[in-house]
């Protein structure tokens, strides 16, 4: 799924796209080695966060929370 498929509000923004990859990697990294799924959200902050220093935790944790869970909506 890349940054144009998605268009909602800001979440897929394609700035903030260009770390998409290393986001989801490290969420689905450490959900396949078992962790509790707080852990790998956590985990995926972390790497947005390094790469986007200047959005505030909230926004960061709705869109890395978006990245994730964009193919369970219905």
């Known amino acids: 799924m890349?940054?144009?498929?998605?268009k909602f509000d800001g979440a897929f923004d394609p700035g903030r796209c260009?770390?998409?990859g290393a986001v989801l990697?490290?969420?689905s990294g450490l959900i396949?080695?078992?962790q509790p799924e707080c852990n790998a959200l956590e985990a995926a902050l972390?790497?947005?966060r390094h790469h986007h220093p200047e959005d505030s935790?909230?926004?960061a944790?709705?869109?890395v929370e978006r990245w994730v869970h964009a193919g369970h909506f219905h």
Not at 2 to 6: F, G, H, R, T, V
Request: one cysteine or more; hydrophobic letters at 35%.
């Open 2 to 6: 890349s940054c144009d498929d998605l």
């Open 18 to 20: 260009k770390c998409q």
């Open 25 to 27: 990697r490290a969420y």
């Open 61 to 63: 944790s709705l869109i």
């Open 32 to 34: 396949e080695a078992g």
């Open 46 to 48: 972390i790497v947005y």
């Open 57 to 59: 935790k909230a926004d």
